[in-house]
């Protein structure tokens, strides 16, 4: 994977252009960076053109301006796209990174062949009390994340990952994250419930890991009820699937994208 840096924004993006044939598009989950996707990128390598992105605040996207937003990442994917000639891609997003796909998917329709969206919820159709629920133990995280990064990612790898394995990899990443990227995460809401809830034009697959937290396995349940698409719940996987079972992850994926009806 080829690392460069999109001009005039802090973003740094990963391309593999050696499979010349359809793109697949990575969001990582918050507090950690690309390489969550470390066993997608060796599973689809040669296979499909890979581009992976650090979201704003998070890896090598660290750069910034005073002017620079979370609401920009969807621009800045596009104009990633018209660099290296990408007419559409397949996204795959986990947790935060549902968000910025969707939120593209929004504004650019035409250039998405599919979302596959895992640990998420629909920004279009969110009930924001379900996050009202939820913001009392996210403050507290936000409490340890203030006062010490590394305390904060010994929490966190067991809310975001269930193997012993995928803890300890999401916490050697989370130590990474900076304090002062926790002002762009607190805009998020700026994209929320932003467009009206309309058809798709592209397919769309949800889902979550089997310990995933009650409240989004009842998050995902009702996303693919309202929307009649396809569901898959990970097994022996948490938050983050892709790194709890990898194996069962990128099958499911590559089943979603062969699926052409």
Known sequence: M????????????????????????????????HKMFDKQF???????????????GHGDSINTKKEDSLE??????????????ITSAHFVGVSLGCVFIQDFANKYENKVLSLACFGGYDINNFDMDK???????????????????????????????????????FYNLN???????LMYLSKLQLLINKYPKKAREYKLLVGCGQYDIPMELDIVNEWADSEKCEKIIIPNAGHCANMDNPTEFNSCLEKFWSNKE
């Open 2 to 33: 080829n690392k460069l840096f999109l001009e005039n924004s802090p973003i740094a993006y990963f391309i593999d252009d050696t499979a010349n044939t359809e793109w697949i598009v990575f969001l990582h989950a918050a507090f950690v960076n």
């Open 72 to 85: 920009s990442m969807s621009d800045w994917i596009n104009q990633i796209f018209e660099k290296h000639n």
């Open 131 to 169: 996050q009202k629920e939820n913001s009392k133990a996210q403050m507290g995280m936000i409490f340890k994340a203030l006062f010490s990064i590394k305390w904060f990612a010994k929490a966190n790898k067991k809310i975001s990952a269930y193997t012993t394995t995928a803890q300890e990899e």
């Open 175 to 181: 130590l990474q994250f900076k304090k002062s990227s």
């Open 42 to 56: 060796e599973y689809f390598a040669g296979k499909y053109n890979i581009l992976a992105i650090d979201v704003i």
